[in-house]
């Protein structure tokens, strides 16, 4: 008999989903100083709340949807919540965007390697290009087992970063809000709940298609909402105490391109092959669900030939064509996919909502019928 709840699994889905969320963006520490830290010790707060509440809805939403409807094309997930026509565009959007973001993943690996060890771009591009076509190729579930322990690993990372310097730094804490009204630091949005928003809305579009695929992998409702919600969880809080260990040093680091690293610095000198191999699993992590998803676009049979061939194209594709602007692609439409994932939640809410409507008018029609059978 198949099990209904399974902890690990719990654990691993949990992973997954933070391994394909956090990317370089956390590791580095640039999300969160962005998203969070930039609006000072209350506006930081508010804006995590923000997204930790739509990070957990739409995530035990969309896993537990996943589980019921068991899709084997993840992107039809769109159409379920958004219709025919708005669904379609969804479908087509979101692999559109995910692609340009293995090729920058790409980039950025041979980026890291060259920066720490001085080796060629290529050898580190080369090295996520093959790792990612490997993984892709063994499967959803392989993958999930894999980067779904790559995920926790960071998050620790980074929970201990920022735990250490906040109180390492506790003077520069308590004065923290003074400093950043001196300095000019980049905002992601002009008010910390629109920060906040777009934050789990651009999350919700890019993770959408992925936690309804492993969502259908999951025994039981139990199963997939402890998942999802465990998920959103462990992610705004490792996210919130990155941005609290910023915060505190925010005269050292605004200006930074990986402020996390000056944090790592302050309790572990020479601490650049630890951050290396974190910042490239990272990459790694976001890397492989991206490129499963536009391959699961292409076609929903992993072991079929078209799968295969689709995957090993788009791989080398991504290495050969790595100085394409795929980059500039990505930042370009950054913003706009955060707008669509705000229409997206709004989408899954009214979705909710008519769902509950109709269990309830379901349920009254019920009691109905027994009173007159009576």
């Not at 957990?56 to 958004?82: A, V």
């Not at 050969?320 to 707008?339: D, K």
Request: proline share 3%; with cysteine; charged share 10%.
């Amino acid at each position: 008999m198949k099990k209904a709840y399974s902890t690990a699994k719990v654990i691993n889905l949990a992973g997954a989903m933070i391994a394909y969320l956090i990317g370089s963006g956390f590791a580095s520490g640039q999300e969160s100083l962005q998203f969070f830290t930039a609006y000072g010790t209350w506006g930081c707060l508010g804006a995590g709340i923000c997204a930790g509440v739509i990070y957990f809805f739409f995530s035990t939403t969309i896993m537990e949807d996943g589980r019921k409807l068991q899709l084997t094309q993840s992107n039809d997930i769109f159409r379920y919540y958004c219709g025919r026509y708005l669904g379609t565009f969804y479908e087509w959007y979101t692999p559109f965007f995910s692609f340009p973001g293995f090729c920058r993943d790409d980039l950025g690996a041979g980026a890291i390697l060259n920066e720490y060890y001085g080796l060629h771009p290529l050898v580190g591009r080369a090295m996520m290009a093959g790792l990612s076509l490997a993984v892709v190729l063994l499967g959803l579930n392989r993958m999930i087992d894999i980067i779904g322990k790559i995920g926790p690993i960071i998050i620790i990372f980074g929970i201990i970063v920022g735990l250490a310097n906040i109180f390492l730094s506790s003077d520069g804490f308590a004065t923290a809000d003074q400093t950043l009204a001196a300095i000019e630091v980049n905002r992601a949005a002009p008010t910390w709940y629109l920060s906040g928003v777009i934050f789990a809305a651009f999350g919700c579009i890019l993770a959408a298609p992925f936690l309804a695929r492993i969502g259908a992998t999951t025994s039981s409702s139990t199963e997939a909402r402890f998942g999802g919600g465990l998920g959103a969880v462990t992610f705004i809080i490792a996210c919130m105490v990155m941005a609290y260990g910023l915060l505190a040093s925010i005269g050292d680091i605004h200006s930074k391109n990986v402020p996390a690293l000056i944090l790592a610095d302050k309790m572990f000198p020479a601490v650049g092959v630890l951050f290396s191999l974190i910042l490239f699993g990272a990459v790694f992590s976001t890397a492989v669900p991206m490129l499963w998803l536009t391959c699961n676009r292409i076609s929903t049979d992993e072991k079929s030939g078209k799968f295969r061939a689709s995957t090993l194209i788009l791989t080398l594709i991504a290495f050969f064509g790595g100085q394409l602007p795929f980059a500039t692609l990505v930042n370009t439409i950054y913003p706009f996919t955060g707008y669509l994932g705000i229409l997206l939640i709004v989408c899954i809410g009214v979705r909710c909502l008519r769902s509950a409507v109709r269990l309830s008018k379901t349920a009254e029609d019920g009691t109905m019928n027994l009173e007159r059978q009576r």
